[in-house]
């Protein structure tokens, strides 16, 4: 099961850190990721984890604004996002799956509920 949280209204060039609470499997057993879906838009992959990769991973249009971390002792991972645009407006969804599936095909099998980032200009 993976729950997200931490989305919320601000203004561009704020800051927001949103949470991916993992149970029933640890951050080594799958790679968790984040994906985003603006109205109207195609969702999108926006970064990814893997412990047993040792990796983490980006989409372009976020690099160099937001950071992925694990707390394998909370067993959650976490999407520091800084920088944001108007255009990061979007529903905010952790993913879990092999390395594979999630980043690469973007077709995680387990989702957590969404979380609603708002971004004002």
């Known amino acids: 099961q993976l729950q997200a949280f931490g989305g919320g209204l601000v203004q561009a060039g704020g800051s927001l850190r949103l949470s991916c609470a993992a149970s029933g499997f640890t951050l080594d057993d799958y790679a968790i990721g984040w994906f985003r879906q603006a109205p109207g838009k195609e969702r999108e992959g926006v970064s990814c984890?893997?412990?047993?990769?040792?990796?983490?991973y980006y989409a372009n249009s976020v690099k160099g604004r937001f950071t992925i971390s694990s707390d394998n002792a909370k067993n959650t991972v976490y999407l520091q996002m800084d920088n944001l645009k108007p255009e990061d407006t979007a529903i905010y969804y952790c993913?879990?799956?092999?390395?594979?599936?999630?980043?690469?095909?973007?077709?995680?099998?387990?989702w957590g509920q969404g979380t609603l980032v708002t971004v004002s200009s």
């Open positions: 993913a879990a799956d092999s390395l594979l599936r999630l980043w690469v095909l973007g077709l995680p099998h387990y």
């Open positions: 984890i893997s412990n047993s990769h040792g990796g983490t």
